[in-house]
């Protein structure tokens, strides 16, 4: 933390609400590593109040605003000066104190170039394709003209938004670089071999199950796919990427870059990799900092949490099957027997809502049937990185066999029991994971330094 005193400089973030803002924690991880003298702080502003908040951050020589929902239009006519790509985008997010008042800029647009570089995508003379046409996708859209796109398509549910933006970056970039197609016709383009980009708020948390769009023929013409959305990590939209063999990247990236651009601005310095490590390391903690383990019974998520906790002493582990027991002064067998299995399901998802006010950092082992309903996988999403472990039937079976304690196992053939409903189960374990770990020929331990090397 800076020390503040007679020389530090101000900067911050104008928006409503601006809580649960992460700019910033990347403004201040910046000033920490580099020993700049400046603070950057939060301003929940109303509409009415912009313009003279403009007016008094000028005479209080702060340095630089950031500025979010619901202001990026309306403080345009507060400004001395807009940058021209941000004018044709028509919206800011960042101002730059200069002698005369603030000019903006859009970093949205520089974040996302940014993003793009960082994973390697080259745009030039390719094709994207846009999902959405609200703020976001305005500036994702300016931001893949400016890199060379040969042409940009898009595809938003209110069609008129769409045409905004293609006739935007057509008049801007003075040729038909873009053009605009219905929601449902975008699997059916003839394009091939392009960027998809999910621009909408489709699949953010906590409902991170849902996507814009499904069909597998979109994603198989995609080289690659960037998710603007960051949280949750791995948003629908990328699991059906994935799936269909192309790479994904969520909006952390450009979240990160944007406010990198922001602070290059305001500070006047030019800040290198290990500045956006830094912070991407302070936002992926601060975003995903408990690991959860979902998989069947017997996939070892009791074993491989006690042996994560070892090497990761500052967690605290939480077994919900443990804590429901605790909480209901009976064993799960006793719940199941007296209550029924609805009762127990109810508990789960109280447990989980409980664990979300907590503040420290835990290692979750849950139940082999938490993410069988929908509210709890919700919930997983928010609380951290869901780890998947999977094992084959034949390995359950023998890590099982004698095993008299699990209420669901004791009626019938284990063998078949495990079958049936790992069929049942397993697609809904994959559609909630971030990561999928294969435990069958591997030992707790390796799987406890596997899940830290390559999930944490
Ligand atoms: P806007 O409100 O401006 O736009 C929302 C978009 O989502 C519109 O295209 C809208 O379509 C679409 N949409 C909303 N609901 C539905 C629905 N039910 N079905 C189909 N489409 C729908 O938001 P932003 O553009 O500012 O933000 C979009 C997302 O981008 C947010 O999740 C935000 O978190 C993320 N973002 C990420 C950034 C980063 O740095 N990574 C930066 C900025 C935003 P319609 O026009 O028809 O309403």
Do not use: W
Not at 178 to 207: F, M, N, W
Not at 433 to 451: P, W, Y
């Amino acid at each position: 933390m800076m020390t503040i005193d007679g020389m530090t400089r101000l900067s911050g973030l104008l928006g409503n609400p601006v809580a649960h803002t992460l700019s910033p924690l990347i403004h201040n991880t910046i000033s920490s590593r580099r020993g700049i003298n400046n603070a950057y702080v939060p301003f929940c502003v109303e509409k009415e109040g912009l313009g003279d908040v403009i007016r008094g951050g000028f005479e209080l020589c702060i340095i630089g605003f950031n500025v979010t929902v619901p202001h990026k239009v309306a403080v345009m006519e507060y400004l001395d000066g807009v940058d021209e790509m941000a004018a044709a985008i028509g919206a800011v997010n960042t101002l730059v104190r200069t002698d005369k008042g603030y000019k903006g800029y859009n970093t949205d647009a520089e974040g996302f170039i940014r993003e793009l570089r960082y994973y390697d995508i080259d745009i030039k003379d390719k094709c994207a394709v846009l999902l959405g046409a609200g703020g976001a996708a305005r500036a994702v859209a300016f931001a893949l003209a400016e890199s060379g796109a040969s042409r940009i398509v898009i595809a938003n549910r209110t069609r008129e938004k769409s045409l905004d933006i293609v006739k935007g970056i057509n008049e801007y970039f003075g040729r038909e670089l873009a053009y605009e197609v219905p929601l449902d016709e975008v699997h059916e383009l003839d394009e091939r071999d392009y960027l998809a980009v999910q621009c909408t708020s489709i699949g953010l948390a906590p409902k991170s199950d849902e996507c814009v769009i499904s069909d597998g023929a979109f994603f198989d013409r995609a080289f690659a796919a960037v998710d603007v959305i960051y949280n949750p990590s791995c948003t629908r939209f990328m699991k059906y990427a994935k799936e269909h063999g192309v790479r994904a990247y969520n909006g952390l990236m450009m979240l990160i870059f944007q406010g990198i651009a922001a602070y290059e601005k305001f500070n006047k310095v030019t800040l290198d990799d290990a500045d956006a490590q830094a912070v991407t390391e302070a936002l992926s903690k601060k975003l995903k900092k408990n690991i959860i383990l979902i998989g069947y019974m017997g996939s070892g998520k009791s074993a491989v949490s006690k042996a994560l906790l070892k090497r990761l002493s500052a967690y605290k582990l939480v077994d919900t099957d443990a804590l429901i027991e605790e909480k209901a002064g009976k064993s799960i067998s006793d719940i199941f027997a007296e209550e029924g299995e609805a009762v127990f399901r109810d508990m789960e998802t109280e447990v989980l809502t409980e664990l979300l006010s907590c503040e420290e950092s835990m290692i979750i082992s849950t139940g082999g049937g938490m993410p069988m309903r929908e509210e709890n996988r919700r919930l997983m999403s928010c609380l951290g990185r869901v780890i998947y472990l999977t094992a084959e039937p034949a390995t359950l079976y023998g890590r099982l066999n004698g095993d008299d304690k699990r209420p669901l196992l004791k009626s019938g053939d284990l063998k078949e029991k495990i079958v049936s409903m790992l069929m049942q189960r397993d697609p809904v374990y994959r559609l909630t994971a971030d990561e999928i770990c294969v435990t069958d020929d591997r030992s707790v331990d390796e799987l406890a330094a596997l899940i830290i090397e390559h999930y944490c």
